[in-house]
């Protein structure tokens, strides 16, 4: 089993609308998550980190976050056609005693006009 | 802002040759990493650094070593390039340990690699 899963995509979503990112991961001592925006051949970029049990809203992103059922979402409000990327869902996690963050393979986005 | 310089975009290497990546930080950070992407298969951790001289594997290490003799620098080596290092190599660094929840990762514009 991966460490951390995301659904590859592509996920299309009208502009406008609310586009709908998930993510699960299998260690349940993890405690920093974080959702990292790629463009096409750029290099990801941080957008959002979450810690605690909950929703984090930065301006049209909600980041979610449940640690008992073990998944991490991001939702994207307003969605515009300048969100089409993909998105990496990293997890850190504990891998033969030492903390390392473990991304997932990530989703791709695509916002249509 | 960070920034963490590759010092090439694109790179074209023949099998068996000793390839060098470089990577530079100007934000004076303590940690630095070296991840390969591939389709399919997401970021994947090479080798990682918390300080000069120091490192320690990642998840897929075989066929590479790194060097970090100054704070801002931190190379990585292909002893023996082959064909299924062909990949995108990203950089980066961090100002506190990977655990840390507000430990962001500022990734450099990646090397291309070609192994032919």
């Known amino acids: 089993q991966k460490e951390v899963e995301q659904n590859s995509g592509p996920l299309s979503v009208p502009e406008g609308a609310i586009a709908s990112l998930n993510c699960t991961y299998s260690?349940?001592?993890?405690?920093?998550f974080f959702w990292y925006r790629q463009y096409s051949g750029k290099s990801p970029e941080l957008i959002m980190f979450?810690?605690?049990?909950g929703d984090k809203e930065d301006g049209r992103f909600t980041a979610q976050l449940n640690k008992a059922s073990q998944y991490v979402s991001l939702l994207i409000r307003d969605s515009q056609p300048s969100d089409s990327a993909t998105y990496l869902c990293a997890v850190n996690t504990v891998i033969q005693g030492a903390q390392k963050l473990v991304f997932g393979q990530g989703t791709r986005l695509t916002i249509n006009p | 802002d960070v920034k963490v310089t590759q010092s090439s975009r694109y790179l074209v290497k023949r099998t068996g040759e000793k390839v060098f990546l470089e990577c530079v930080q100007d934000m004076d950070h303590e940690n630095m990493f070296w991840y390969r992407q591939d389709p399919g298969l997401g970021l994947r951790l090479i080798y990682f650094s918390y300080d000069v001289k120091m490192k320690e594997k990642g998840d897929i290490p075989e066929g590479y070593s790194v060097s970090r003799e100054k704070k801002e620098r931190f190379s990585l080596i292909l002893e023996s390039a082959s064909t299924n290092q062909t990949s995108m190599y990203l950089c980066?660094?961090?100002?506190?340990?990977?655990?840390?929840?507000?430990?962001?990762?500022?990734f450099g514009n990646g090397t291309r690699l070609t192994v032919t």
């Open positions: 260690d349940r001592g993890s405690q920093s």
């Open positions: 980066a660094s961090s100002p506190r340990p990977t655990g840390a929840y507000n430990s962001p990762l500022h």
């Open positions: 979450i810690y605690s049990n």
